[in-house]
């Protein structure tokens, strides 16, 4: 595993998209999850996995991810980087390095804030002035439609 700290939580977000290709269900993203694990994260599931099914009989695929990082993560290290995504905002930074830190710190956000439209409202806020204003305007409805936008005011 490569050293970023935040490995685990990309390799999930680089799985989603292929996921999204293949339109997968819940419990086939856990199986392709779970066959593709080496190592350490493989003896992590091996010795867990009993105990999560028990606790998820119908598990969801944000049950497994919450499961899984909280075993790369621990409770102090997603406390601090949900911190840092609360705060989080794009200053001097391009929308697209705005995008990539904003999803990568989005996987400690609090369940309540993954929603859809919270998520694009997060992430407005988060623009610099000149952006969000005609961003906000238009409302868009999902966070990729925000992020296009923001690209596209970005480039005038």
């Not at 066959?35 to 105990?51: L, P, T």
């Not at 991810?65 to 993560?73: G, M």
């Not at 996987?107 to 806020?125: G, I, N, W």
């Not at 923001?150 to 005038?156: F, L, M, N, R």
């Amino acid at each position: 595993m490569p050293h970023d700290s935040l490995f685990p939580a990309t390799w999930i977000r680089d799985l989603e998209r292929i996921f999204d290709v293949l339109q997968c269900n819940d419990l086939d993203k856990i199986r392709c999850v779970v066959f593709q694990v080496r190592g350490k994260a493989d003896a992590w599931w091996r010795s867990s996995k009993e105990n999560f099914w028990a606790k998820y009989p119908n598990a969801t695929w944000a049950q497994f991810i919450e499961a899984f990082l909280e075993n790369y993560f621990p409770r102090n290290f997603r406390d601090k980087k949900e911190m840092e995504f609360s705060t989080l905002s794009q200053g001097s930074k391009s929308v697209l390095d705005y995008q990539h830190a904003f999803e990568d710190l989005f996987y400690f956000s609090l369940e309540h804030k993954k929603a859809e439209d919270v998520k694009a409202r997060k992430f407005e806020r988060g623009l610099r002035h000149s952006i969000s204003t005609s961003v906000v305007l238009h409302r868009y409805p999902t966070y990729a439609e925000v992020v296009q936008a923001a690209k596209v005011i970005e480039d005038q």
